[in-house]
Protein backbone atom coordinates (compact mmCIF):
# COMPACT_ATOMS: atom_id res chain seq x y z
CA UNK A 1 0.00 0.00 0.00
CA UNK A 2 1.00 3.20 -0.87
CA UNK A 3 1.98 6.16 1.97
CA UNK A 4 -0.79 8.40 1.42
CA UNK A 5 2.47 11.42 1.35
CA UNK A 6 3.34 9.70 -2.12
CA UNK A 7 0.90 11.71 -4.04
CA UNK A 8 1.38 13.08 -7.61
CA UNK A 9 4.44 14.77 -7.44
CA UNK A 10 6.31 11.67 -5.98
CA UNK A 11 4.32 9.27 -7.99
CA UNK A 12 6.14 11.05 -11.17
CA UNK A 13 9.24 12.61 -9.68
CA UNK A 14 10.98 9.49 -7.93
CA UNK A 15 10.98 7.21 -10.61
CA UNK A 16 11.15 9.65 -13.44
CA UNK A 17 14.71 11.03 -11.14
CA UNK A 18 16.04 7.22 -10.68
CA UNK A 19 15.67 6.47 -14.25
CA UNK A 20 17.78 9.77 -15.00
CA UNK A 21 20.74 8.81 -12.28
CA UNK A 22 20.74 5.09 -13.99
CA UNK A 23 21.27 6.85 -17.24
CA UNK A 24 24.50 9.09 -16.15
CA UNK A 25 25.67 7.47 -13.57
CA UNK A 26 26.44 3.30 -13.11
CA UNK A 27 24.95 3.27 -9.87
CA UNK A 28 25.37 0.98 -7.16
CA UNK A 29 22.67 0.73 -4.31
CA UNK A 30 23.17 -0.72 -1.19
CA UNK A 31 21.75 -1.09 2.13
CA UNK A 32 17.86 -1.17 1.44
CA UNK A 33 16.84 -3.44 3.36
CA UNK A 34 18.24 -1.31 6.59
CA UNK A 35 15.87 1.73 5.85
CA UNK A 36 12.40 1.28 7.53
CA UNK A 37 9.17 0.69 5.46
CA UNK A 38 6.93 2.11 7.57
CA UNK A 39 7.27 4.84 11.15
CA UNK A 40 8.94 7.78 10.94
CA UNK A 41 12.75 7.95 10.21
CA UNK A 42 15.62 10.75 9.50
CA UNK A 43 17.56 10.38 6.08
CA UNK A 44 20.85 11.73 7.05
CA UNK A 45 23.31 11.35 4.17
CA UNK A 46 27.07 13.29 3.26
CA UNK A 47 27.27 15.72 1.51
CA UNK A 48 29.40 15.52 -1.95
CA UNK A 49 26.78 17.49 -4.08
CA UNK A 50 23.63 19.40 -4.93
CA UNK A 51 22.36 15.79 -6.58
CA UNK A 52 22.59 14.25 -3.09
CA UNK A 53 19.26 15.06 -2.03
CA UNK A 54 17.44 13.82 -5.04
CA UNK A 55 19.39 10.96 -5.65
CA UNK A 56 18.28 9.40 -1.91
CA UNK A 57 14.86 11.03 -1.98
CA UNK A 58 14.54 9.14 -5.46
CA UNK A 59 16.01 5.73 -4.18
CA UNK A 60 13.99 5.52 -1.14
CA UNK A 61 10.81 6.73 -3.38
CA UNK A 62 10.87 4.27 -5.85
CA UNK A 63 12.01 1.38 -4.08
CA UNK A 64 10.61 1.55 -1.11
CA UNK A 65 6.93 3.73 -1.62
CA UNK A 66 8.11 6.96 0.46
CA UNK A 67 8.32 10.22 0.38
CA UNK A 68 11.03 12.08 1.78
CA UNK A 69 10.65 15.83 3.61
CA UNK A 70 13.92 17.32 2.90
CA UNK A 71 15.13 19.95 4.52
CA UNK A 72 16.04 22.15 1.60
CA UNK A 73 17.65 26.17 0.83
CA UNK A 74 14.95 28.54 1.40
CA UNK A 75 17.11 30.27 -1.37
CA UNK A 76 15.73 28.12 -4.27
CA UNK A 77 12.19 27.95 -3.50
CA UNK A 78 10.81 30.22 -6.37
CA UNK A 79 9.59 29.88 -9.56
CA UNK A 80 8.80 26.72 -10.93
CA UNK A 81 11.25 24.57 -8.87
CA UNK A 82 9.89 26.39 -5.86
CA UNK A 83 5.99 25.38 -6.43
CA UNK A 84 6.98 21.84 -7.28
CA UNK A 85 8.92 21.53 -4.14
CA UNK A 86 6.16 23.55 -2.06
CA UNK A 87 3.68 20.51 -4.08
CA UNK A 88 6.74 17.74 -2.55
CA UNK A 89 6.22 19.22 0.29
CA UNK A 90 9.66 20.00 1.01
CA UNK A 91 10.91 21.76 4.09
CA UNK A 92 12.43 25.23 3.39
CA UNK A 93 15.28 26.48 5.83
CA UNK A 94 17.19 29.67 5.78
CA UNK A 95 20.71 28.11 6.31
CA UNK A 96 22.87 30.15 8.55
CA UNK A 97 20.10 32.04 10.40
CA UNK A 98 18.92 29.38 13.24
CA UNK A 99 15.99 28.95 11.67
CA UNK A 100 13.53 27.00 14.22
CA UNK A 101 11.13 26.99 12.27
CA UNK A 102 12.33 24.56 9.92
CA UNK A 103 13.39 22.25 12.55
CA UNK A 104 9.84 22.59 14.10
CA UNK A 105 8.07 21.84 10.81
CA UNK A 106 10.67 18.64 10.46
CA UNK A 107 9.67 17.61 14.19
CA UNK A 108 5.94 17.72 13.28
CA UNK A 109 6.76 16.12 10.73
CA UNK A 110 8.27 12.78 12.52
CA UNK A 111 5.55 13.16 14.81
CA UNK A 112 2.97 12.24 12.04
CA UNK A 113 5.33 9.41 11.01
CA UNK A 114 6.92 11.17 8.11
CA UNK A 115 10.57 10.28 6.74
CA UNK A 116 12.70 13.67 7.16
CA UNK A 117 15.86 14.26 5.32
CA UNK A 118 18.72 16.38 6.59
CA UNK A 119 22.12 16.87 6.08
CA UNK A 120 23.73 17.13 9.23
CA UNK A 121 27.14 18.40 7.32
CA UNK A 122 24.98 21.85 6.34
CA UNK A 123 26.27 22.61 2.76
CA UNK A 124 27.93 20.90 -0.16
CA UNK A 125 31.57 20.03 0.37
CA UNK A 126 33.92 22.06 -1.43
CA UNK A 127 36.24 18.68 -1.29
CA UNK A 128 34.90 15.68 -0.10
CA UNK A 129 38.34 13.65 -0.43
CA UNK A 130 39.06 16.23 2.67
CA UNK A 131 36.30 14.26 4.72
CA UNK A 132 33.92 15.72 6.76
CA UNK A 133 32.16 19.36 7.75
CA UNK A 134 31.60 19.82 11.50
CA UNK A 135 28.07 18.11 11.97
CA UNK A 136 25.67 20.66 12.86
CA UNK A 137 22.99 20.45 15.71
CA UNK A 138 19.74 20.05 13.22
CA UNK A 139 20.62 16.34 13.32
CA UNK A 140 19.89 15.75 17.18
CA UNK A 141 17.62 18.77 17.34
CA UNK A 142 14.76 16.37 15.14
CA UNK A 143 15.98 13.22 16.14
CA UNK A 144 16.62 13.05 20.12
CA UNK A 145 13.39 15.22 20.75
CA UNK A 146 10.91 12.55 18.55
CA UNK A 147 13.24 9.09 19.50
CA UNK A 148 13.01 8.95 15.68
CA UNK A 149 15.76 6.57 14.23
CA UNK A 150 18.49 8.26 12.01
CA UNK A 151 19.59 6.40 8.82
CA UNK A 152 23.26 6.95 8.37
CA UNK A 153 23.88 7.54 4.72
CA UNK A 154 26.75 7.03 2.35
CA UNK A 155 26.74 8.92 -1.11
CA UNK A 156 30.23 8.79 -3.60
CA UNK A 157 30.87 9.71 -7.30
CA UNK A 158 27.95 12.25 -7.76
CA UNK A 159 30.70 14.91 -7.17
CA UNK A 160 32.41 13.83 -10.66
CA UNK A 161 29.05 15.27 -12.30
CA UNK A 162 27.83 18.25 -10.10
CA UNK A 163 30.48 18.88 -7.71
CA UNK A 164 30.50 22.34 -5.46
CA UNK A 165 31.38 25.08 -7.98
CA UNK A 166 28.45 23.16 -10.91
CA UNK A 167 27.74 20.91 -13.10
CA UNK A 168 30.74 19.72 -15.59
CA UNK A 169 28.92 19.47 -18.38
CA UNK A 170 31.81 17.36 -19.76
CA UNK A 171 31.27 13.96 -17.62
CA UNK A 172 27.80 14.07 -18.34
CA UNK A 173 28.84 11.71 -21.21
CA UNK A 174 31.03 9.40 -19.14
CA UNK A 175 29.06 7.83 -17.05
CA UNK A 176 30.91 7.36 -14.15
CA UNK A 177 30.10 5.42 -11.32
CA UNK A 178 28.53 6.49 -8.13
CA UNK A 179 27.19 4.17 -5.00
CA UNK A 180 24.67 4.84 -2.59
CA UNK A 181 25.21 3.26 1.14
CA UNK A 182 22.24 2.88 3.94
CA UNK A 183 23.63 2.10 7.25
CA UNK A 184 21.73 0.36 9.93
CA UNK A 185 19.34 2.57 12.02
CA UNK A 186 20.51 4.74 14.85
CA UNK A 187 18.54 5.13 17.79
CA UNK A 188 18.31 7.42 20.00
CA UNK A 189 19.32 6.34 23.74
CA UNK A 190 16.83 7.51 26.40
CA UNK A 191 18.93 10.29 28.54
CA UNK A 192 21.87 10.79 25.52
CA UNK A 193 23.51 13.86 24.93
CA UNK A 194 23.57 15.55 21.60
CA UNK A 195 27.44 15.30 21.29
CA UNK A 196 27.03 11.80 21.86
CA UNK A 197 24.67 10.66 19.34
CA UNK A 198 26.90 13.28 16.62
CA UNK A 199 29.78 11.46 17.77
CA UNK A 200 27.51 7.72 16.99
CA UNK A 201 26.19 8.95 13.92
CA UNK A 202 30.05 10.52 12.80
CA UNK A 203 31.41 6.91 13.16
CA UNK A 204 28.71 5.04 11.52
CA UNK A 205 29.02 7.45 8.80
CA UNK A 206 32.39 7.19 7.64
CA UNK A 207 31.51 3.16 7.93
CA UNK A 208 28.51 3.98 4.98
CA UNK A 209 31.00 6.86 3.17
CA UNK A 210 34.30 4.37 3.16
CA UNK A 211 31.97 1.57 1.54
CA UNK A 212 30.31 3.78 -0.96
CA UNK A 213 33.88 4.87 -2.10
CA UNK A 214 34.90 1.22 -2.41
CA UNK A 215 31.96 0.70 -4.56
CA UNK A 216 32.39 3.57 -6.67
CA UNK A 217 35.99 4.14 -6.58
CA UNK A 218 37.57 7.04 -6.92
CA UNK A 219 35.19 9.30 -9.24
CA UNK A 220 38.62 11.60 -10.12
CA UNK A 221 40.30 8.59 -11.82
CA UNK A 222 36.71 7.81 -13.82
CA UNK A 223 36.76 11.79 -14.98
CA UNK A 224 40.09 11.28 -16.40
CA UNK A 225 39.49 7.68 -18.06
Not at 72 to 101: C, M, S, Y
Given at each position: MLQAEMNWVWMIGAPGVRLCLG??????????????????????????????????????GT?????????????????????????????????????????????????????????????????????????RSGLTRIALPTTSPVVPVGIWGAQTIWPQPGVDRRALFRRPPMAVVFGSPLVPVPGEIPSEFRDRYRQALHQVVDRARSLAGDPREAAES
Open positions: IFFRMRIEGLDNVPTSGRFVVAPNHVSVLDGPTTSAIVHLRRATRNLIAAEIFHGIRGWILRQANQIPVRRGKGDTGALDAAVEALEHGSVVGIFPEGRVSNDPWQGFQYI
